[in-house]
């Protein structure tokens, strides 16, 4: 079956970096685009990147531009979030997703349970 289980949360201080990472089983890895989103405590579901099945292209939403970087190795099964220049609106539990098709905006099918991300000094 699918699982997706995320790791690499934490408490980080304003300013501050983590980088996430979500290991992926139970499917063809390469052949589907994965997301991260969140959901910060007393807030809805925010879409946050997309990567295509084979890195090509990648997708972020305004609040994350330029300080938040995808990546994914297909070798490892397992999808990256680089986080730079971390703010304490950034705070909240992180979840990676699979998509339904190899590109990114389709949609998706499965969810981790997630890895709370903390920024506070």
């Known amino acids: 079956q699918v699982q997706l289980v995320e790791s690499g949360g934490g408490l980080a201080q304003p300013g501050g970096s983590l980088r996430l990472s979500c290991a992926a089983s139970?499917?063809?890895?390469?052949?589907?685009?994965m997301s991260w989103a969140r959901q910060a405590p007393g807030k809805g579901l925010e879409w946050v990147s997309g990567i295509y099945s084979d890195g090509s292209d990648t997708y972020y939403a305004d609040s994350v531009k330029g300080r938040f970087t995808i990546s994914r190795d297909n070798a490892k099964n397992t999808l990256y979030l680089q986080m730079n220049s971390l703010k304490p609106e950034d705070t909240a539990l992180y979840y990676c997703a699979k998509g339904l098709l190899r590109e990114v905006n389709y949609g998706m099918d499965y969810w981790g349970k997630g890895t709370l991300v903390t920024v506070s000094s």
């Open positions: 139970g499917f063809t890895f390469s052949s589907y685009a």
